[in-house]
Nanobody, 129 residues
Framework: QLQLVESGGGLVQPGGSLRLSCAGS????????IGWFRQAPGKEREGISCISSTGGNTDYADSVKGRFTISRDNARNTVFLQMNSLKPEDTAVYSC??????????????????????WGQGTQVTVSS
């Protein structure tokens, strides 16, 4: 059974950094495109980043562009989200999602949750002083 497990969340001060991990279990991630989403209380789920199965291309929402970096290590079956210059408005539950889509480019509509077929449980990120 496909499983995704996020880790790395926590409490950080504004301007700080965190690195989230998304590990695949029960399957190999190397034929899956991966997206990162977040959901703050009272708000809709927001797609913030995605990476193609080969890692050849990435995309970012404007809200995180220039601050967040997505990467993957297929040998470790893990995708990472490096988050720098964190702001209080980045506070949310962060989840990774997978869809079987092999290639150098992310799937169509990479920030649409309906694109993805498997989801992790999420990890809380809180940015506060």
């Amino acid at each position: 059974q496909l499983q995704l497990v996020e880790s790395g969340g926590g409490l950080v001060q504004p301007g700080g950094s965190l690195r989230l991990s998304c590990a695949g279990s029960g399957f190999t991630l190397d034929v899956y495109a991966i997206g990162w989403f977040r959901q703050a209380p009272g708000k809709e789920r927001e797609g913030i980043s995605c990476i193609s199965s080969t890692g050849g291309n990435t995309d970012y929402a404007d809200s995180v562009k220039g601050r967040f970096t997505i990467s993957r290590d297929n040998a470790r079956n893990t995708v990472f989200l490096q988050m720098n210059s964190l702001k209080p408005e980045d506070t949310a539950v962060y989840s990774c999602a997978a869809v079987r889509y092999y290639g150098d480019y992310p799937p169509p509509q990479p920030f649409n949750p309906m694109t993805y077929t498997s989801w992790g449980q999420g990890t809380q990120v809180t940015v506060s002083s």
